[in-house]
T-cell receptor
Protein backbone atom coordinates (compact mmCIF):
# COMPACT_ATOMS: atom_id res chain seq x y z
CA UNK A 1 0.00 0.00 0.00
CA UNK A 2 1.04 3.60 -0.51
CA UNK A 3 2.91 4.83 2.51
CA UNK A 4 3.08 8.54 1.84
CA UNK A 5 0.10 10.77 1.53
CA UNK A 6 0.20 14.23 0.05
CA UNK A 7 -2.03 17.01 1.20
CA UNK A 8 -3.93 18.70 -0.32
CA UNK A 9 -4.99 16.45 -3.19
CA UNK A 10 -5.44 19.52 -5.37
CA UNK A 11 -4.33 23.14 -5.10
CA UNK A 12 -5.18 26.08 -7.35
CA UNK A 13 -3.33 29.40 -7.01
CA UNK A 14 -2.56 32.53 -8.99
CA UNK A 15 0.77 33.12 -10.67
CA UNK A 16 3.20 34.78 -8.27
CA UNK A 17 1.72 33.20 -5.16
CA UNK A 18 3.48 30.57 -3.09
CA UNK A 19 2.34 26.95 -3.07
CA UNK A 20 2.81 24.61 -0.14
CA UNK A 21 2.30 20.87 -0.34
CA UNK A 22 2.62 18.44 2.52
CA UNK A 23 3.54 14.81 2.74
CA UNK A 24 3.06 12.44 5.67
CA UNK A 25 4.53 9.00 6.07
CA UNK A 26 4.25 6.18 8.54
CA UNK A 27 7.61 4.49 9.08
CA UNK A 28 11.11 5.85 9.56
CA UNK A 29 12.91 6.87 6.39
CA UNK A 30 16.40 6.95 4.96
CA UNK A 31 15.50 9.86 2.73
CA UNK A 32 12.50 11.53 1.16
CA UNK A 33 12.30 12.78 -2.40
CA UNK A 34 9.95 15.08 -4.27
CA UNK A 35 9.06 14.59 -7.92
CA UNK A 36 7.04 16.59 -10.43
CA UNK A 37 4.97 15.03 -13.17
CA UNK A 38 3.35 16.73 -16.09
CA UNK A 39 2.22 15.52 -19.47
CA UNK A 40 4.98 17.29 -21.30
CA UNK A 41 8.03 16.14 -19.39
CA UNK A 42 7.06 13.01 -17.52
CA UNK A 43 8.31 12.43 -13.97
CA UNK A 44 11.18 14.64 -12.92
CA UNK A 45 13.23 14.47 -9.73
CA UNK A 46 13.17 17.78 -7.84
CA UNK A 47 14.95 17.40 -4.55
CA UNK A 48 16.12 14.79 -2.03
CA UNK A 49 16.31 15.36 1.70
CA UNK A 50 18.02 12.89 3.99
CA UNK A 51 16.64 11.82 7.34
CA UNK A 52 19.28 13.83 9.23
CA UNK A 53 18.50 17.03 7.33
CA UNK A 54 15.77 19.49 8.24
CA UNK A 55 15.66 21.84 5.26
CA UNK A 56 16.95 22.03 1.68
CA UNK A 57 16.67 24.63 -1.00
CA UNK A 58 16.87 24.43 -4.76
CA UNK A 59 16.05 27.56 -6.69
CA UNK A 60 12.43 28.45 -5.91
CA UNK A 61 11.91 25.18 -4.06
CA UNK A 62 12.21 24.70 -0.33
CA UNK A 63 11.74 21.33 1.32
CA UNK A 64 11.47 20.77 5.05
CA UNK A 65 11.49 17.50 6.95
CA UNK A 66 10.18 16.88 10.45
CA UNK A 67 10.99 13.30 11.38
CA UNK A 68 9.28 13.64 14.76
CA UNK A 69 6.00 14.32 12.96
CA UNK A 70 6.85 12.06 10.03
CA UNK A 71 6.07 14.84 7.61
CA UNK A 72 7.66 16.90 4.88
CA UNK A 73 6.59 19.98 3.01
CA UNK A 74 7.43 21.37 -0.40
CA UNK A 75 7.20 25.13 -0.87
CA UNK A 76 7.30 26.67 -4.33
CA UNK A 77 7.80 30.41 -4.18
CA UNK A 78 6.71 32.94 -6.80
CA UNK A 79 4.84 30.30 -8.74
CA UNK A 80 4.60 30.31 -12.53
CA UNK A 81 2.07 28.81 -14.90
CA UNK A 82 4.78 26.32 -15.92
CA UNK A 83 4.76 24.94 -12.38
CA UNK A 84 1.35 23.41 -13.09
CA UNK A 85 1.85 19.69 -12.53
CA UNK A 86 1.33 16.86 -10.06
CA UNK A 87 3.83 16.72 -7.23
CA UNK A 88 4.71 13.46 -5.49
CA UNK A 89 6.69 12.66 -2.42
CA UNK A 90 8.52 9.35 -2.31
CA UNK A 91 10.12 7.72 0.69
CA UNK A 92 13.12 5.47 0.80
CA UNK A 93 12.81 3.33 3.92
CA UNK A 94 14.20 0.29 5.64
CA UNK A 95 17.14 -1.78 4.51
CA UNK A 96 16.67 -1.00 0.85
CA UNK A 97 18.49 2.10 -0.33
CA UNK A 98 16.76 2.09 -3.70
CA UNK A 99 13.10 1.24 -3.23
CA UNK A 100 10.81 4.27 -3.30
CA UNK A 101 7.25 4.39 -2.02
CA UNK A 102 5.20 7.11 -3.67
CA UNK A 103 2.15 8.96 -2.46
CA UNK A 104 -0.85 9.79 -4.63
CA UNK A 105 0.33 13.30 -5.34
CA UNK A 106 -0.92 16.86 -5.21
CA UNK A 107 -2.26 18.39 -8.40
CA UNK A 108 -1.09 22.00 -8.53
CA UNK A 109 -2.70 24.42 -10.95
CA UNK A 110 -1.12 27.85 -11.34
CA UNK A 111 -3.44 30.26 -13.10
CA UNK A 112 -1.91 33.01 -15.24
CA UNK B 1 22.71 13.14 -23.53
CA UNK B 2 19.78 10.83 -24.19
CA UNK B 3 17.43 10.11 -21.36
CA UNK B 4 15.52 6.96 -20.57
CA UNK B 5 13.42 5.85 -23.50
CA UNK B 6 10.46 3.50 -23.54
CA UNK B 7 8.50 1.82 -26.27
CA UNK B 8 5.81 1.70 -27.31
CA UNK B 9 4.41 4.96 -25.94
CA UNK B 10 0.91 3.56 -26.16
CA UNK B 11 -0.35 0.01 -26.33
CA UNK B 12 -3.93 -1.15 -26.68
CA UNK B 13 -4.51 -4.86 -26.34
CA UNK B 14 -7.31 -7.31 -25.80
CA UNK B 15 -7.84 -9.13 -22.56
CA UNK B 16 -5.90 -12.38 -22.50
CA UNK B 17 -3.15 -11.28 -24.87
CA UNK B 18 0.51 -10.97 -23.87
CA UNK B 19 2.34 -7.64 -24.08
CA UNK B 20 6.00 -6.71 -23.97
CA UNK B 21 7.21 -3.29 -22.92
CA UNK B 22 10.72 -2.06 -23.55
CA UNK B 23 13.02 0.27 -21.64
CA UNK B 24 16.36 1.71 -22.72
CA UNK B 25 18.16 3.18 -19.69
CA UNK B 26 20.66 5.99 -19.70
CA UNK B 27 24.01 4.68 -20.85
CA UNK B 28 26.26 3.85 -17.90
CA UNK B 29 23.42 3.51 -15.40
CA UNK B 30 23.70 0.19 -13.62
CA UNK B 31 20.36 0.32 -11.82
CA UNK B 32 17.00 -0.02 -13.57
CA UNK B 33 13.51 0.13 -12.10
CA UNK B 34 9.99 -0.59 -13.32
CA UNK B 35 6.94 1.09 -11.78
CA UNK B 36 3.23 1.03 -12.49
CA UNK B 37 1.00 4.08 -12.19
CA UNK B 38 -2.75 3.64 -12.24
CA UNK B 39 -4.97 6.57 -13.11
CA UNK B 40 -4.88 9.22 -10.41
CA UNK B 41 -2.49 7.25 -8.26
CA UNK B 42 1.16 7.36 -7.29
CA UNK B 43 3.77 4.96 -8.57
CA UNK B 44 3.93 1.34 -7.44
CA UNK B 45 7.34 -0.31 -7.42
CA UNK B 46 7.46 -3.47 -9.53
CA UNK B 47 11.04 -4.66 -9.98
CA UNK B 48 14.64 -3.49 -9.61
CA UNK B 49 17.79 -4.59 -11.47
CA UNK B 50 21.30 -3.76 -10.29
CA UNK B 51 24.17 -4.89 -12.45
CA UNK B 52 24.49 -8.66 -12.45
CA UNK B 53 22.82 -9.12 -9.06
CA UNK B 54 19.58 -11.03 -8.69
CA UNK B 55 16.69 -8.64 -9.31
CA UNK B 56 14.32 -7.53 -6.57
CA UNK B 57 10.97 -8.79 -7.85
CA UNK B 58 9.06 -8.08 -4.65
CA UNK B 59 6.71 -5.59 -6.30
CA UNK B 60 5.46 -7.77 -9.13
CA UNK B 61 1.71 -8.15 -8.53
CA UNK B 62 1.32 -11.65 -9.95
CA UNK B 63 3.16 -14.40 -11.79
CA UNK B 64 1.75 -13.00 -15.03
CA UNK B 65 4.35 -10.27 -14.73
CA UNK B 66 8.02 -10.85 -15.51
CA UNK B 67 10.97 -8.73 -16.50
CA UNK B 68 14.39 -9.28 -17.92
CA UNK B 69 17.47 -7.19 -18.38
CA UNK B 70 20.47 -7.99 -20.49
CA UNK B 71 23.57 -6.86 -18.63
CA UNK B 72 23.31 -3.14 -18.00
CA UNK B 73 21.27 -2.34 -21.06
CA UNK B 74 17.75 -2.85 -22.32
CA UNK B 75 15.01 -4.26 -20.14
CA UNK B 76 11.68 -5.77 -21.12
CA UNK B 77 8.60 -6.08 -18.93
CA UNK B 78 6.24 -8.83 -20.05
CA UNK B 79 2.64 -9.17 -18.95
CA UNK B 80 1.01 -12.44 -19.88
CA UNK B 81 -2.71 -13.01 -20.27
CA UNK B 82 -3.46 -9.34 -19.68
CA UNK B 83 -6.42 -8.33 -17.55
CA UNK B 84 -8.33 -5.07 -17.51
CA UNK B 85 -6.84 -4.19 -14.12
CA UNK B 86 -3.41 -4.18 -15.79
CA UNK B 87 -4.38 -0.96 -17.58
CA UNK B 88 -1.95 1.68 -16.35
CA UNK B 89 1.12 3.66 -17.30
CA UNK B 90 4.28 1.60 -16.91
CA UNK B 91 7.29 3.71 -16.08
CA UNK B 92 10.92 2.75 -16.27
CA UNK B 93 13.72 4.57 -14.46
CA UNK B 94 17.46 4.21 -14.26
CA UNK B 95 20.08 5.48 -11.86
CA UNK B 96 23.82 5.54 -11.73
CA UNK B 97 24.19 2.98 -8.96
CA UNK B 98 21.14 2.21 -6.85
CA UNK B 99 23.10 0.07 -4.45
CA UNK B 100 25.30 2.75 -2.97
CA UNK B 101 22.84 4.96 -1.23
CA UNK B 102 20.50 7.76 -2.19
CA UNK B 103 20.51 7.86 -5.94
CA UNK B 104 18.48 10.06 -8.27
CA UNK B 105 16.22 8.01 -10.51
CA UNK B 106 15.66 9.31 -14.02
CA UNK B 107 12.33 8.33 -15.50
CA UNK B 108 11.27 7.54 -19.01
CA UNK B 109 8.05 8.88 -20.54
CA UNK B 110 6.18 5.66 -19.83
CA UNK B 111 4.07 3.23 -21.81
CA UNK B 112 0.33 3.68 -21.49
CA UNK B 113 -1.25 0.24 -21.56
CA UNK B 114 -4.95 -0.16 -22.17
CA UNK B 115 -6.50 -3.59 -21.90
CA UNK B 116 -9.94 -3.82 -23.50
Amino acid sequence: SQQGEEDPQALSIQEGENATMNCSYKTSINNLQWYRQNSGRGLVHLILIRSNEREKHSGRLRVTLDTSKKSSSLLITASRAADTASYFCAQNSGGSNYKLTFGKGTLLTVNP
Amino acid sequence: GAGVSQSPSNKVTEKGKDVELRCDPISGHTALYWYRQRLGQGLEFLIYFQGNSAPDKSGLPSDRFSAERTGESVSTLTIQRTQQEDSAVYLCASSLDGGRGADTQYFGPGTRLTVL
